[in-house]
């Protein structure tokens, strides 16, 4: 035994040959967990993990928006087959090694040919026009009246606002179906009043239709109003009717620019997907309304065009751009 703390040769631990070996210090270990693998990786989270938490989100939806719009953009240039799946393949392979691209453009030609198509997309822009105009007339004073209130009663009349969506959209439509009716609750209430003598077709009408989108989409109006209305300081309001300005001036020079925000917001969440609508107008509007989504079921569906189909959604999605790329630039100008 070694009577010295320090440690002697003889003292020290030997491998397998014999050979002495030094004991590792408490700086190497550490420097060895340092380069490990997850501790490298806790070093990169701890450094980009704010970076990581907009790339994550925004890539998944870039992928999974982009790998159907391609395979759709693919379908829209091929040929129409009487085959499963019932369109060409966009390679074809030849004699040589190399294959050729087969690519069809008289189905984007087709549209403009038909003017079933383009009375189509002009009947589903004007629709939803008029019902992002009216969901905004709707929805712009609920929305200052729900910010204006105090107290529980805001969080209520919120909740009164989201609480159809705990329902089931179809069941909504279907009830709306009950209520347009010929002998529906509207008509009745209506004869019972003595406003009518016979019912009033409602049901199977562009009315119902309107009708319909509103209903369904003037909460996503409201709620974009609201965020940004919360933000306002109604401070500059009262400053400038101190000033002498009317009510109407007040709102025009003062509430509507700083809300400006919120409406252009709430109408591209009513307008886009409205356009493209399918359930209301095929249940509300029974075939008498023509819009763009029942176009495209027809087409999928009942002529087994699916190259036509494509084409016609990808117009589409590039129609619904042009309002996109426009306020981009209105923002873009007013913050440059």
Sequence with gaps: MCASPRLAPCCLPRDG???????????DQQALENNSAPARLSRFLQRHWKSLIVVVPFAWLLVFFLTPFFIVLKISVA????????FSALLEWGDGLLPSVAINTE????????????KTYLNSLKIASISTIICLLIGYPMAYG??????????????????????????????????????GTINDILLWLGLIEKPVRLLYTEVAVYIGIVYTYLPFMILP????????????NEAAADLGARPASVFATVTLPMTWPGIVAGSLLVFIPA?????????????NVLMIGRVLSSEFNANRDWPVASAVAVALLFVLLIPMMLYHRVQAQKEG
């Design 225 to 236: 109003l609201y965020a940004n209305m919360e933000k306002l300081d109604f401070s500059l």
């Design 107 to 118: 189905n984007y030609a087709y549209l403009w040919e038909d003017s079933l198509y383009v």
């Design 275 to 287: 356009t493209g609508e399918f359930v209301i107008p095929d249940l509300l509007g029974g075939g």
């Design 79 to 86: 040929e129409a087959l009487i085959a499963s799946p019932p």
């Design 146 to 183: 729900i910010i204006r209130t105090q107290g529980t009663a805001k969080f209520v009349l919120l909740l009164l606002i989201m609480l159809p969506f705990w329902t089931s959209f179809l069941l909504r439509v279907y009830s709306w179906m009950g209520l347009l009716a010929d002998q």
């Design 17 to 27: 040959l014999g050979a002495m070996t030094t004991p590792a210090t408490h700086t």
